[in-house]
């Protein structure tokens, strides 16, 4: 059970408002207002396809342990070209040891990313995926129920 009661089900709402992660930061509004907005732009809009994104998503969930996360889609098959794996790999490398991170690492991304993208790529990870798994990890959000996830999914192919 979450470590915060979340707000009860808006019978108004949709998949997006009524995610146990909107809920419980519906806590306090303004924060899941500015979230929102945040979420949005970065994972909608941008030069890399909310796709990759996803994938990026995916790839953390597990390291930083938010069973909600996790529930919405784990894992990815093979990466679908070298861009997707290089990107995948990356994230990863961000969640489990942000210090760690080298320059020759960013050579490397540089070698299929451009600085622009690159920076996307960096602040998609760290402010949407790897900070809103935190948020969930910490609060201990249990899995998405299957409705849940479904919409999750279905959101992201209308928005794709």
Avoid at 25 to 48: Q, S, V, Y
Avoid at 103 to 117: G, H, I, K, S
């Amino acid at each position: 059970m979450a470590r915060v009661a979340p707000l009860p089900v808006d019978p108004a709402g949709n998949a997006v408002t009524n995610s146990v992660l909107a809920r419980v930061l519906g806590r306090r509004p303004e924060i899941l207002a500015a979230f929102g907005r945040l979420d949005a732009a970065a994972r909608f809009h941008g030069l890399l396809s909310p796709a990759l994104k996803e994938s990026l998503r995916r790839a953390t969930a597990g390291e930083i342990g938010c069973a909600y996360c996790e529930s919405l889609g784990t894992g990815t098959p093979e990466p679908a070209d070298r861009r997707e794996s290089l990107a995948v790999a990356f994230a990863k490398m961000i969640a489990e040891d942000p210090a760690g991170i080298s320059d020759a690492q960013f050579d490397v991304l540089r070698e299929e990313f451009t600085e622009e993208e690159i920076v996307e790529l960096v602040a998609f990870v760290c402010f949407v995926g790897i900070a809103g798994q935190m948020f969930g990890a910490v609060m201990g959000l249990e899995a998405a129920d299957p409705e849940e996830a479904a919409a999750y999914q279905a959101v992201l192919e209308r928005r794709g």
